[in-house]
């Protein structure tokens, strides 16, 4: 499928062919960073700027690493070194960006739907690396070819997300794009950290931990957002961690040979007891490698090559 051009701001609506012909031009490029020289020539001469209004580690240096992999020049402008620190508007910061001949930009943002609005003022591939509580795109591509590489295949399975899904960005491209390819989404935590619209959504929900991952495939943890709660939403860290961390113990409801993911970072001891991303069924590592391969994907189908 020919994505060229196009924009990805988010997993809601796009099609299974894409979101598979993604998958797959990962898949090729996971060996590619097998390789002991991992630099390729495909994108030579494209230039992509990372716009990061929001902390990062994971995501933005696993754009670069993508673009530099493929020897695109990769320029990164941080929010405060931006000039809307001086007030000028996103907009003209957009199109100041297509002017100076940029072929794609990725942006993060605290601001749900902006993306959406920066795509709409310029003619260049924009890819939303996570705005608000709204979609995280690429993160939820790569949790499915995590998925898709231990399991064989996403159709019929059953994938427990746990945790803070109310704020969860990385939540709602997991539900929206996993949905798209036949999984099975339960979605467990609290009622306060579910989301208030979950009956729209094409999800089972859970509050209790032990019922939600009974039967489970896939264990999905989700970090707790304290930075984006206006108030108290639990009673306490202990409680939480009683009641939904994710342990050992808690994993005997799920199938024997479920997987445990988190797409970090992680609080050891709060949404997930210490010892659990460290045990063999744990593909936490596995995330952030494949993450670097689905955003080279992403930057080559959208760069104009097709899949």
């Known amino acids: 499928m020919n994505l060229a051009g196009r924009d990805l701001l988010g997993l809601e609506g796009l099609e299974k062919e ?7 031009n990962a898949t090729t490029f996971s060996e590619v960073l097998r390789r002991d020289v991992k630099k390729v020539p495909t994108l030579r001469g494209k230039s992509v700027i990372t716009m990061f209004f929001e902390n990062s580690t994971r995501t933005r240096s696993s754009f670069e690493a993508a673009g530099k992999y493929m020897s695109a020049d990769v320029i990164n402008i941080s929010g405060s070194a931006s000039s809307a620190s001086k007030g000028e508007s996103l907009r003209d910061t957009f199109l100041t960006l297509q002017a100076l001949t940029a072929d794609l930009v990725i942006m993060r ?14 003619d260049i591939p924009v890819v939303n ?3 608000g509580m709204h979609e995280h795109p690429t993160q939820g591509l790569l949790d499915a070819l995590t998925i898709r590489d231990a399991k064989g295949s996403i159709e019929g399975l059953k994938v427990a997300i746990v945790g803070d899904v109310l704020h969860s960005r990385v939540a709602r491209s997991n539900i929206w794009g996993l949905n798209t390819l036949g999984a099975d989404v339960h979605l467990v935590g609290p009622k306060t950290l579910l989301p208030t619209d979950a009956d729209k959504l094409p999800v089972t929900v859970h509050t209790n931990l032990e019922e939600g991952l009974e039967n489970a495939d896939v264990v999905m943890v989700l970090r707790l957002q304290l930075e984006r709660m206006a108030k108290a939403l639990f009673p306490t860290p202990r409680e939480y961690c009683n009641l939904f961390g994710v342990s050992k113990k808690a994993l005997r409801a799920a199938k024997p040979d479920a997987i445990v993911m988190h797409p970090g970072p992680m609080n050891r001891g709060l949404e997930i007891s210490g010892d659990v991303p460290d045990l063999p069924s744990a593909v936490i590592e596995k995330q952030v490698t494949n993450g670097v391969a689905t955003r080279m994907a992403v930057l080559y189908l959208l760069l104009g090559a097709e899949g």
């Open 129 to 131: 690396a996570g705005d």
């Open 18 to 24: 894409a979101i598979e012909t993604i998958l797959d």
């Open 109 to 122: 943002t605290p601001f749900s739907g902006a993306c959406h609005q920066a795509a709409e003022w310029v």
